[in-house]
């Protein structure tokens, strides 16, 4: 496997050779003569929207074809809700152990800042700043000060409780299952699994309602 990091800065002249590569799958050493075949898995990476430089011409479009058959577009964090609070905590356990620092954790405002901050630089950004939070910290539990972001942050942190959790995928799944089902109360039971006396106690709390229309076949 050949991993290609930030393919959307790569210069045109490069790109061509690329392509070149990835019709014929053979290279030749330099200064060598031999055309050498290669059996290998391209996996390419960008920040950049390959599709938008296309039309600036700073990327070639056959190539774009080439790379872009399977495709997986990764969110930033800002678009992750919960995601940054727990990739801290992974990366805060991992920079204690290889400083050998006493750290544990973070203070609740300071998981409230990390929830509510945008993060620009996404996760290499979140790395540097726990990564000196961890160094600078003078307790055991990193502070707003300690990571440099703002102090007043009113990230909703409920979804920590699993409770909370559970009712809202239970009433987001009712919500989904009588809009697949039009509205009827038979039919969406039977996608949710459940009897439809069951239903409308769920409905009545989570305070749903609904129209019914065509409740029999």
């Not at 609070?85 to 152990?97: F, I, W």
Request: with cysteine.
């Amino acid at each position: 496997t050949l991993f290609l990091d930030e393919i959307g800065d790569m210069p045109l002249a490069l790109q061509a050779k690329l392509l070149r590569f990835l019709q014929d799958r053979v290279l030749e050493r330099i200064g060598g003569r031999e055309r050498i075949a290669v059996d290998v898995r391209i996996v390419c990476a960008t920040n950049k929207d390959l599709a938008q430089i296309i039309q600036t011409g700073a990327f070639r479009e056959d190539l774009y074809y080439r790379i872009s058959e399977v495709v997986v577009r990764i969110p930033p964090l800002r678009e992750r809700g919960g995601d940054a609070v727990v990739m801290a905590q992974a990366v805060l356990d991992r920079r204690a152990r290889e400083h050998g620092r006493p750290v544990k954790g973070f203070t609740p405002e300071a998981l409230k800042a990390i929830e509510s901050y945008p993060w620009p630089g996404n996760i290499r950004e979140l790395e540097n700043r726990v990564n000196g939070a961890v160094i600078m910290s003078e307790g055991k539990y990193v502070t707003v000060e300690d990571l440099g972001l703002p102090g007043d942050g009113g990230a909703d942190l409920s979804w920590l409780n699993l409770r909370i959790a559970r009712q809202r995928a239970e009433s987001e799944a009712i919500r989904r299952a009588l809009a697949v089902s039009g509205g009827n109360l038979s039919r969406a039971a039977d996608l949710l699994g459940i009897t439809r006396p069951t239903l409308y106690d769920l409905m009545q709390k989570n305070d749903i309602e609904v129209a019914e229309r065509n409740t029999e076949e």
